[in-house]
């Protein structure tokens, strides 16, 4: 296994899925549920994220081929995506991408809720949606593959044990904790993500030298 790009993989997903900072949301969503039905809740939408996140990284380079993208093109544009929601988390604005009124209100009406809004775009939103699709478009070699597959397990691991406590973790955390977490998460997203932007921007630099040399 790669380590150095299983701890890349692995700190990228969590800070873009950011299960702290949806916990409130994921509250919000089921409070009307009894405490089985949160935790079968919260177990349906972390594996449909799970297999939502994988697709998405597995077809990358067939949508990369089909519209004709470059992975230096796609670096650049997700850079400033996660540099956005990076300065978001940041400066504790809650980002449009993940949930519109409509679908809040859908989700206190509707019965089964797992699949959406939870899992996507709540789980699985545009953010981490893009960076599997770098991330494991960037893995050449089957160590890589494999470590980008652990750190996404592990991600969606981490993020069920959060969601199914997450009324205590935010009790015991307090609003203050939960925005210095998120803050902290928007901090190392805006560096991943100026990380992205240089993996992108480099190598057009150097076929614009070489052409002008």
């Not at 509707?110 to 770098?134: E, Q, R, V, Y």
């Not at 494991?136 to 044990?161: C, E, K, N, R, W």
């Not at 015991?172 to 992108?200: C, E, H, N, Y």
Request: aromatic letters at 8%; glycine letters at 8%.
């Amino acid at each position: 296994m790669d380590i150095s790009f299983f701890l890349f993989s692995f700190s990228s997903l969590f800070a873009l899925v950011n299960p702290i900072g949806i916990s409130p949301a994921f509250v919000s969503f089921t409070e009307r549920f009894s405490k089985d039905d949160i935790l079968s809740i919260a177990k349906r939408s972390v594996r449909a994220a799970l297999l939502i996140l994988l697709l998405f990284a597995v077809l990358g380079d067939l949508i990369f081929s089909l519209y004709g993208i470059t992975i230096h093109a796609f670096r650049i544009v997700g850079g400033i995506l996660f540099f956005r929601s990076g300065l978001k988390m940041l400066e504790s604005i809650p980002s449009r991408t993940r949930t519109t009124p409509k679908e809040e209100q859908e989700a206190l009406t509707k019965h089964d809720i797992a699949i959406s809004p939870i899992a996507i775009p709540l789980i699985a939103g545009p953010g981490a949606i893009t960076s599997s699709m770098i991330l494991f478009s960037h893995a050449d070699t089957i160590p890589m593959q494999l470590s980008f597959g652990l750190a996404l397990l592990l991600v969606m691991l981490a993020t069920y044990f959060i969601l199914r406590g997450a009324e205590k973790l935010l009790g015991k955390i307090g609003t203050t904790g939960s925005r210095v977490i998120q803050r902290l998460m928007g901090l190392l997203l805006m560096v991943i993500a100026v990380q992205f932007i240089i993996d992108g921007v480099t190598p057009v630099a150097q076929e614009i030298l070489r052409g002008t040399g």
